[in-house]
Every structure is written in C-alpha cells, then in structure tokens.
C-alpha cells in the first residue's frame, strides 16, 4: 500500500483485526461440525498428523542448529516458538530466509519486550524430509545473516 504512514498503519491493524476474527458463515460451520461429531471424530487423526510435524520440526532444529535456537516443547498447537541465539537481528534473518526460500513470523510482532528475538514457526503441510530441508535453509540464512553483521 502507498500511503501516509499513519494511514498505512491503521489499515494494517484492521487487516489484522480481520485476520484474527472469522466471518459468521464461517462460524456457522464450524458450530454444525461440532455438533454432528465431525470434529471429535477427525481430532485424534489431525492430533497424531501434527504431533508427527512437531518432532520433525524439532529432530531438524536439534540436527542443525544445536545451540543457535531453542524452543519449549510445545504441547499442541500449531506453531514452535523458537528463540534464536542472542545477538541475532530477526528482520535481517527474515530477509537471509527469504533469500534461501524459507521463511518465518518474526517474533518482534509477537513479543512484548523488544529485545525479544522469538520466532514462529508453522509446521505446515509437508514431509518431515521437506521440515528438515527448510530448517537447513534457515540454517544457512542465519549463517550468511550473521556474515553480514561482521
């Protein structure tokens, strides 16, 4: 959008107050698969899919970056909340991961203290090979983003 920023701003915080809050048809839908069982009965399936991206989110994390991120074991949900190693700037890491077609939530737009440098990341749709192929690829985008401060 090319804007006055105060104008840009404000109509970033209703897209997102969009994207945060589902429409009424939407919900409607929802509330009719709940209460003819759709969810109960597909949960335990989407549970054991999710669990299986989780560690392989977390075996590839572990490979290959011992010791520059860490994270708490989540216990559901869809996102790992990783923490990079102090020092790193998440916004020039974002850009590094783009550059290696990868990317990431930076965690600044989630963190309450500004030297907070916390990162989101979705398990999305994809084989544990794929999991562990994009976190290589944030690897070498924190390796080259961490040449460029020097």
Not at 68 to 81: E, S
Not at 91 to 107: N, P
Request: proline share 4%.
């Amino acid at each position: 959008m090319v804007a006055p920023p105060a104008i840009a701003q404000r109509v970033e915080l209703a897209k997102q107050a969009t994207d945060l809050c589902s429409g009424v048809f939407d919900q409607r839908v929802v509330h009719a698969c709940l209460e003819r069982g759709v969810v109960r009965a597909i949960a335990p399936a989407l549970r054991a899919h999710y669990q299986a991206k989780r560690t392989a989110m977390e075996t590839a994390l572990r490979d290959t970056m011992e010791g520059r991120v860490r994270w708490a074991q989540p216990r559901g949900g869809f996102f790992l909340w990783a923490e990079f190693e102090e020092g790193i700037d998440d916004r020039a890491l974002f850009t590094q991961a783009v550059g290696e077609r990868v990317s990431f939530v930076i965690g600044a737009h989630f963190s309450s203290t500004a030297a907070a440098i916390v990162s989101r990341a979705s398990r999305f749709p994809t084989s544990p090979e794929r999991i562990h192929e994009g976190v290589t690829r944030l690897k070498r985008a924190l390796d080259n983003s961490m040449v460029m401060d020097r």
